[in-house]
């Protein structure tokens, strides 16, 4: 990690001309919130003003978000363009996102899909399950794998088909697999750092300007729990 990095606490995995991707740390936000932290984007800007030395103002494009607790891949657009024909590509589902999840109990199958309809209540910032009859519900679908156990965690994998809020949170707690650290759905006690241990492990898409395939792997965050299943 360069000088810079280490200034504004950002981890750069990938730079050019049209796109910024980082590994967001636990507790990091993406785009500014009621709490009046510092958001990811803000932190951004100003870390590439200063390293190109731009005098006036930095654009920077939102593209996707990542809960607070959650670590893992984010990517920003430093084009409009760039930003639109992503925003586009995970939209229409063109992107595919893989994460790892620590849970507390090992779900029925090694591998298999999980199929909900969910609902979020907007006052408590969580979504639950609910009848597919509920007009108000969204279908969620997921795919996990069975990576590995230690002691009392095992390592999941997750692709999402689609892009609910909470999804993998809510999904997994409704087959009684709590992602460690997840209070907020389940599980027994909260982390030290308010992490859950979720993780975006690997994003891969098309290039939006360049058109070549991009794959990129991010580290888990240094913890014991982590450490162990690696």
């Given at each position: ?12 995995v990938f730079e050019d ?127 996990y794998k069975h990576l ?83």
């Amino acid at each position: 990690m360069g000088r810079l990095e280490q200034k504004y606490n950002i981890d750069v995995v990938f730079e050019d001309n049209h796109l910024i991707i980082i590994n967001k740390k636990p507790g990091q936000i993406a785009q500014g919130d009621k709490t009046g932290d510092r958001p990811l984007d803000e932190i951004l800007k100003a870390y590439l003003k200063e390293k190109y030395e731009k005098p006036g103002n930095v654009y920077l494009g939102l593209i996707h978000r990542l809960d607070r607790p959650t670590s893992g891949g984010l990517v920003f657009g430093k084009t409009d363009k760039a930003t639109s024909r992503l925003s586009k590509m995970f939209q229409s589902r063109e992107v595919k996102k893989t994460y790892w999840a620590v849970v507390d109990h090992r779900p029925p199958q090694t591998e298999g899909t999980l199929e909900h309809f969910l609902i979020k209540n907007q006052e408590k910032n969580k979504s639950s399950v609910t009848k597919p009859s509920n007009k108000n519900g969204k279908k969620a679908i997921l795919h996990y794998k069975h990576l590995s156990s230690i002691d009392k965690y095992h390592l999941l994998e997750i692709t999402l088909e689609t892009g609910r809020h909470h999804q993998i949170r809510a999904q997994l707690s409704k087959i009684g697999c709590h992602i460690k650290g997840d209070v907020k759905y389940g599980f027994k006690r909260g982390n030290q750092d308010q992490s859950i241990h979720l993780h975006a492990r690997y994003i891969e898409f098309i290039h939006p300007v360049k058109k070549d395939n991009m794959r990129f792997e991010f580290a888990v965050p240094e913890d014991v729990v982590w450490k162990a299943f690696l």
